[in-house]
């Protein structure tokens, strides 16, 4: 992961650059001492984490930054005022370290970081055919026949799929492995869920049963999910007019 340091103190950013030395998944592209230099770095060069303070001299803070920026990389606040932890989140940052920054906070940061930088780029890998997917679980890819995909459940950054004899977690978000797919027996009912249709046992009003798990259904998925899968194949009895 490309990162870059931003702080207005020396010693801080001296310290920082020691720490990110220590982690072989990290690679330290620059070091800016004001929020304005670091703007225009991120405006011409690739980056995948900054490690941000927020007070700094200037006119631009480092909340400030991040706000300029139309697609931020992932942010870890480094700073010595802790008052500033709940904007700070609202901005949807990995992680808040307070000053001084202790080594075991730190590694938990950045292995908090690389966790959403793998679910964010992780790829499902398909076969010519279609009819297979590779994803990654335990260390290892798993080629997984799309015909034994039973349904997908989202848990925040991570997916567990479940097929007829298995289950494999994967670090990846459910909108990036449904995107992905790209197969029409697939279907997402709810923010949670995915489901392979040719396993639909029956539909209710709650959920949708696969095998004998009931999915829960959606309320904003409900009527496009009832339009596309059931009522082009409902047998419905016919009405005869009277003579």
């Known amino acids: 992961m490309k990162c870059i340091i931003v702080d207005d103190e020396p010693l801080a950013r001296e310290g920082m650059e020691l720490n990110v030395q220590e982690m072989d998944f990290l690679e ?38 991040v706000k300029a920026l139309k697609n931020p990389p992932l942010v870890i606040f480094t700073t010595a005022y802790p008052e500033y932890a709940v904007e700070g989140f609202e901005l949807d940052v990995v992680d808040y ?14 292995n908090k970081a690389k966790e959403k930088f793998e679910s964010e780029h992780a790829e499902v890998l398909s076969d010519d055919d279609g009819n297979y997917i590779y994803i990654k679980a335990d260390r290892k890819f798993v080629r997984l026949k799309l015909d034994d995909i039973l349904y997908i459940k989202g848990m ?27 197969h029409p027996s697939f279907v997402r009912i709810s923010k949670s869920y995915i489901i392979n249709a040719d396993y639909i046992k029956e539909v209710n009003q709650n959920g949708v049963m696969i095998g004998d798990e009931e999915i829960p259904l959606g309320k904003t998925y409900k009527e496009e999910f009832i339009d596309k899968f059931i009522k082009g194949r409902l047998i419905q009895r016919k009405t005869t007019k009277a003579s």
């Open 28 to 65: 330290l592209k620059g070091q800016f001492g004001d929020a304005i230099s670091a703007y225009n770095y991120l405006m011409e060069n690739e980056v995948d984490l900054m490690f941000l303070d927020i007070q700094m001299p200037g006119e631009m803070t480092g909340l400030d930054l």
């Open 156 to 182: 925040k950054d991570y997916v567990m799929v479940y097929t007829k004899n298995s289950r494999y977690m994967t670090a990846m978000n459910i909108k990036t492995i449904f995107n992905q797919l790209e």
């Open 97 to 110: 370290l307070v000053k001084p920054i202790r080594m075991q906070r730190f590694i938990q940061a950045v």
